[in-house]
């Protein structure tokens, strides 16, 4: 008898609970500017920003321009996040934020960018 209203008590704290969706389990990167296809019209002064929903493995983000050593930001709690880009040569450019666990490692959510600068 105690052993069904375990169970009971476990599918009622279940159903409260809600359900669980893919979303609620996958992270995102949504990078919002600049966009797509963008062209930039100076070297310097360009800024990055970016929406992040963590995976349940994430930790942080890593900020990669071309193949560029990344950028490393952990203050992303309070997203809409902004960083500013490293002076950017004239031609095209890809912008990749990767979701990071606290070991670094890559978590395959990811959201990218090309642009080209005049």
Same mark, same amino acid.
């Given at each position: 008898?105690? =052993?069904?209203?375990?169970?009971?008590?476990?599918?009622? *704290?279940?159903?409260?609970?809600?359900?669980?969706?893919?979303? %609620?389990?996958?992270? #995102?990167?949504?990078?919002?500017?600049?966009?797509?296809?963008?062209?930039? =019209?100076?070297?310097?002064?360009?800024? *990055?920003?970016?929406?992040?929903? *963590?995976?349940?493995?994430?930790?942080?983000?890593?900020?990669?321009?071309?193949? =560029?050593?990344?950028?490393?930001?952990?203050?992303?709690?309070?997203?809409?996040?902004?960083? %500013?880009?490293?002076? *950017? #040569?004239?031609?095209?450019?890809?912008?990749?934020?990767?979701?990071?666990?606290?070991?670094?490692?890559?978590?395959?959510? =990811?959201?990218?960018?090309?642009?080209?600068?005049?």
């Amino acid at each position: 008898m105690k =052993q069904s209203n375990a169970l009971c008590v476990a599918f009622v *704290l279940l159903a409260l609970a809600g359900p669980v969706s893919a979303a %609620d389990t996958a992270g #995102s990167i949504t990078i919002t500017s600049p966009a797509n296809g963008a062209v930039l =019209q100076s070297t310097t002064g360009n800024k *990055l920003e970016f929406n992040v929903h *963590l995976s349940p493995n994430g930790n942080h983000v890593h900020i990669y321009v071309d193949d =560029q050593d990344p950028i490393v930001d952990r203050d992303i709690s309070r997203c809409p996040c902004s960083i %500013d880009l490293p002076k *950017l #040569s004239p031609g095209r450019h890809t912008v990749v934020v990767k979701e990071a666990t606290s070991g670094h490692a890559m978590t395959g959510v =990811q959201g990218a960018v090309t642009v080209s600068v005049k």
